[in-house]
């Protein structure tokens, strides 16, 4: 999307701020085309090694946003011997490194700017995946948050192409604008590629994985100060410790990984 693209690992990312995504968001829905956006992790980037399908993927989308603060560090660390990478992953919480990328966009924030705005220019939302019921707590939680919000359809079902005429069917009912799929990567963006043609309303569709748990409150967020330090992962470990491999790939593998393809 941006004139100036960066790729870590092969992944394609977008060099622009928060307010610029947003702003390039909506030129898009004003567009007779229609898009699929990412938020690559450090985990989706160490999954795309192993699965070239969903490499390609990331590598079609027409706009990727850096959710991790390890996509940050990895960009800043690109061109950097080995003493000096590992140097400025150790300070990551106290220092933020000159990158290309301007800052790390979470997903979680990104779908909140989204239906902000969504809300101001009447754009109509589609809330598909998670656990049932989750996708529609999260409508209540943000028709309170942005009482001018239109949203028109949620549902949980599966990734599953046994549902997709199914799903198709309920959204195309409905005629949104904008899709948000919460199946966990890679088969959000799986269930996107094959599917974004046959929902001809959606101009944009984007996958953010656990995002439905944390705004509709099944899962707490991390304090906003662990949030800017980048040590948001801490805070989910202590709360959910079975989650340890998941964040060990976030934290420990991919620096590695990163670090030896270099």
């Not at 220092?95 to 301007?102: A, D, I, M, Q, S």
């Not at 470990?237 to 340890?244: D, M, N």
């Amino acid at each position: 999307m941006s004139e100036a693209r960066i790729s870590i690992m092969q992944v394609p990312f977008d060099t622009l701020t928060r307010s610029q995504i947003i702003e390039s968001i909506f030129a898009l829905l004003d567009s007779d085309t229609q898009h699929h956006i990412a938020t690559p992790n450090p985990e989706m980037i160490l999954a795309a090694q192993n699965d070239p399908e969903f490499l390609a993927l990331l590598q079609l989308t027409t706009l990727n946003t850096p959710d991790g603060i390890g996509i940050v560090w990895a960009a800043s660390a690109e061109h950097d011997p080995i003493w000096k990478s590992v140097l400025k992953l150790a300070l990551l919480p106290v220092k933020k490194p000159r990158t290309p990328l301007p800052e790390r966009v979470t997903g979680v924030d990104l779908f909140l700017d989204i239906c902000h705005h969504a809300s101001q220019t009447s754009k109509k939302i589609f809330l598909l995946g998670a656990q049932p019921g989750v996708a529609e707590k999260t409508k209540q939680v943000l028709e309170t948050l942005y009482p001018q919000i239109q949203i028109v359809g949620t549902h949980s079902g599966s990734p599953s192409p046994f549902e997709e005429e199914k799903i198709k069917d309920l959204i195309n009912d409905v005629s949104p604008d904008i899709l948000f799929v919460a199946y966990g990567a890679p088969a959000q963006e799986k269930w996107i590629a094959r599917n974004l043609r046959k929902m001809p309303t959606v101009k944009v569709a984007i996958g953010v994985g656990g995002t439905f748990d944390f705004v509709s409150g099944q899962i707490r967020r991390a304090p906003l100060l662990l949030q800017k330090t980048g040590l948001e992962w801490l805070y989910r470990l202590y709360k959910e410790p079975t989650r340890w491999k998941r964040i060990a790939n976030a934290t420990v593998v991919f620096p590695w990984r990163f670090l030896t393809s270099k």
